[in-house]
């Protein structure tokens, strides 16, 4: 049965999450984008090369724009699984590099927002239907 009041919570939630996740995505883009000297000590601590940092920043930045457009179900779907991936990238990445430390989970939330975030977006699918 709908639930009009529960459809509004639901997609209250989401938009807070998605937009938390998405700014903080796109705030972490900007600096790879700007090739900032702090990203480049990031990513060459890491490992990768220099020509990676702009190439990230801009799919951070465009899987931050998508997430927001409320059509295009299948961009979204590709935009979550790339934000993603750069996440448990990034997690891995410096974990492999320093060892694991507690200040690393840091990592967590960002994962965990936008996960819920995605959780979210389906569950306002499914109410709508």
């Not at 507690?102 to 960002?110: A, G, Q, R, S």
């Not at 936008?114 to 499914?126: E, P, Q, V």
């Amino acid at each position: 049965m709908y639930n009009y009041y529960n459809f509004k919570s639901t997609k209250t939630w989401y938009w807070i999450a998605t937009i938390l996740f998405a700014v903080f995505m796109a705030f972490t883009a900007i600096p790879d984008i700007l090739k900032s000297p702090e990203a480049l000590i990031f990513i060459k601590n890491l490992g990768y090369p220099e020509y990676f940092i702009p190439f990230i920043g801009i799919a951070k930045l465009l899987g931050s724009i998508a997430i927001l457009i409320p059509s295009f179900p299948r961009l979204k779907e590709w935009a979550y699984a790339g934000l993603f991936y750069d996440l448990i990238a990034a997690f891995y990445s410096v974990v492999s590099v320093a060892g694991f430390k507690i200040d690393h989970v840091f990592i967590l939330l960002p994962i965990m927002v936008g996960a819920i975030s995605y959780l979210l977006y389906h569950k306002k699918i499914k109410e709508t239907l």
